[in-house]
T-cell receptor, first 114, second 114 residues
């Protein structure tokens, strides 16, 4: 079946611009996660959505970062007023829910802030 | 707080030889442990997990891992390495009483030489 998809695969933006990154989880998966992968920081958790519960935003690095998940499916991660330190690969993952432990990752969006 | 350590940045092994990639963890409560593999310009691919039960778990592509509670370790192993196993390997943990987010180790690059 189809896996997790993300778009765009690459995004180059100027410092100060806003960007939106999209994630389509595996159909039927109730949990969705965003992570960031960078050379200096490794893999970091950003935000987690589970069903209709309030998202866990504990990993968001600043208030410039936000995410939403519409209709329990597609998610958008928004970074406002991008900074060079935001350059990273943003990975989305989904899982089948509370009792399904492994997460399945998308290919990622490589964000470069110039 | 939970954490994962992968003490080796790189592991070199000859094709056909056994390989081990080390991982130790720290977490409150019982750990849920995972190994993922990342090929160049790709997302993370799930290899195997330990949730409960037998300490030796088997996963994809002939990989296995052994959970050792007393040593808080979850080393990844394969009896006979292939050149195609060359990739970046990540160990991850979550606690059973924490949010679903994964905490990743820094990754270990496995190089299998012909």
């Amino acid at each position: 079946g189809a896996g997790v998809s993300q778009s765009p695969s690459n995004k180059v933006t100027e410092k100060g611009k806003d960007v939106e990154l999209r994630c389509d989880p595996i159909s039927g998966h109730t949990a969705l996660y965003w992570y960031r992968q960078s050379l200096g920081q490794g893999l970091e958790f950003l935000i987690y959505f589970q069903g209709n519960s309030a998202p866990d935003k504990s990993g968001l690095p600043s208030d410039r970062f936000s995410a939403e998940r519409t209709g329990g499916s597609v998610s958008t991660l928004t970074i406002q007023r991008t900074q060079q330190e935001d350059s990273a690969v943003y990975l989305c993952a989904s899982s089948g829910g509370w009792q399904t432990y492994e997460q399945y990752f998308g290919p990622g969006t490589r964000l470069t802030v110039t | 707080a939970q954490s994962v350590a992968q003490p080796e940045d790189q592991v070199n092994v000859a094709e056909g030889n056994p390989l081990t990639v080390k991982c130790t963890y720290s977490v409150s409560g019982n750990p849920y442990l995972f190994w993922y593999v990342q090929y160049p310009n790709r997302g993370l691919q799930f290899l195997l997990k330990y949730i409960t039960g037998d300490n030796l778990v088997k996963g994809s592509y002939g990989f296995e891992a052994e959970f050792n509670k007393s040593q808080t370790s979850f080393h990844l192993k394969k009896p006979s390495a292939l050149v195609s196993d060359s990739a970046l390997y990540f160990c991850a943990v979550r606690g059973n009483n924490a949010g679903n987010m994964l905490t990743f180790g820094g990754g270990t690059r496995l190089m299998v030489k012909p």
